[in-house]
C-alpha cells in the first residue's frame, strides 16, 4: 500500500483548487455551523472499489472530527446501491469534501473496474494486463495503483525506471543493432531493457544481440503473435501492445505472450457512478 506521504499532496491540490482562497461560500451562508448529519457514499452501479482511501483522505483534511468508515475496501467489487462508505460529523465538513472525494473515488474505480473486465479476459492464460503511461497529469501514482486494485500489473512509472526504446529512438540510432548497444554501454546492472519492434525480422535481431530483456510487440496481428511467440521460444518476456481493446484480449492472450499493454485503462476508463446521500 503506498504511504499517505506519496497520496496528501495529490488530495491536499484538489482540495485547495475546489474551496479556493475563501472556502465554501454555499455552507457559510446556508448550513448551520452545529449541523452533523450521517452521510453515506454509495454505489449506483456495480464495480470494484479504487479510491476509497484518497476519498477519506479528502473528508480528514477537512475535518480531522469527521467519522470516516469504510465499508468497501479498494480491490473489492460492489453491487448496485450498495454502501462504500460512512462519513459522520458537521454536515459544513461533508459537503465541502464532497466533490474532491467522489471526484477520486469515481474515476478511480472506474478504472479499476474497466482493468477488471481487462483481466477477466486472460483466465486460463499466463498473460497478464498492464498499464502504460497514458495517465492524467499528475494522477499517475492513483491511477496506477487503481490498476493494481482492479488485477492489473504496473509498467513503468516514469522515464527513469528502465531503459524503453521505441521506434522514434531506433530511427534516431540508426537501427535495432546501434540502439541496442547504445543501451548495453549505458545501463547499470539494475537498469532492465526493453525495445518495440513491429517486424518479426526485427524480434531476431534483437534476440541474435541479446541485449534486450523484454521485447514489445507493437501493433501486431494475432497470427504473428503466435510466431513471435514460437520465435522467442521463451527467452525473453513478451509484451504485446496496440489496439488491444477488449474484444481482443482473450485472444491476443490465448497466443502465449507474457504481458498485454492497453492505455485505454487509465486514458479511456468511464468515471463510475457514486453518490454522496444524506
Do not use: W
Not at 461560500?25 to 453515506?40: M, S, W
Amino acid at each position: 500500500m503506498l504511504p499517505d506521504l506519496l497520496l496528501e499532496p495529490v488530495v491536499r491540490a484538489a482540495l485547495v483548487e475546489d474551496l479556493g482562497p475563501m472556502g465554501d461560500a454555499t455552507v457559510r451562508a446556508v448550513i448551520p455551523q452545529g449541523l452533523t448529519y450521517d452521510a453515506r457514499l454509495n454505489a449506483r452501479r456495480p464495480g470494484v472499489a479504487s479510491g476509497m482511501r484518497v476519498a477519506e483522505m479528502a473528508f480528514r483534511l477537512v475535518d480531522p472530527a469527521l467519522v470516516v468508515t469504510t465499508l468497501v475496501e479498494d480491490g473489492a467489487p460492489f453491487a448496485p446501491g450498495e454502501t462504500l462508505m460512512r462519513i459522520e460529523g458537521k454536515a459544513a465538513s461533508i459537503l465541502m469534501g464532497e466533490r474532491v472525494a467522489l471526484n477520486f473515488a469515481g474515476r478511480l474505480t472506474g478504472v479499476a473496474t474497466l482493468t477488471a473486465a481487462f483481466v477477466a479476459e486472460t483466465r486460463g492464460t499466463k498473460a497478464r494486463i498492464t498499464c502504460t503511461r497514458k495517465t492524467t497529469p499528475g494522477l499517475r501514482v492513483l491511477e496506477k495503483e487503481a490498476v493494481r486494485h482492479g488485477g492489473g500489473a504496473n509498467h513503468r512509472y516514469g522515464l527513469s525506471d528502465a531503459i524503453l526504446i521505441k521506434d522514434n529512438h531506433i530511427a534516431a540510432a540508426g537501427g535495432v543493432r546501434p540502439v541496442l548497444e547504445a543501451a548495453r554501454a549505458a545501463r547499470s546492472h539494475m537498469m532492465r531493457v526493453e525495445i518495440e519492434v513491429d517486424r518479426l525480422d526485427q524480434l531476431a535481431e534483437v534476440l541474435e544481440i541479446g541485449v534486450a530483456d523484454v521485447v514489445l510487440l507493437d501493433n501486431m496481428t494475432t497470427p504473428q503473435l503466435v510466431k513471435a511467440v514460437a520465435i522467442n521460444a521463451g527467452r525473453l518476456v513478451l509484451e504485446a501492445s496496440g489496439n488491444m481493446s477488449l474484444p481482443r484480449i482473450a485472444e491476443v492472450a490465448a497466443t502465449g505472450v507474457d504481458y498485454i499493454s492497453v492505455g485505454a485503462l487509465t486514458h479511456s476508463a468511464p468515471v463510475v457512478d457514486l453518490g454522496l446521500d444524506f
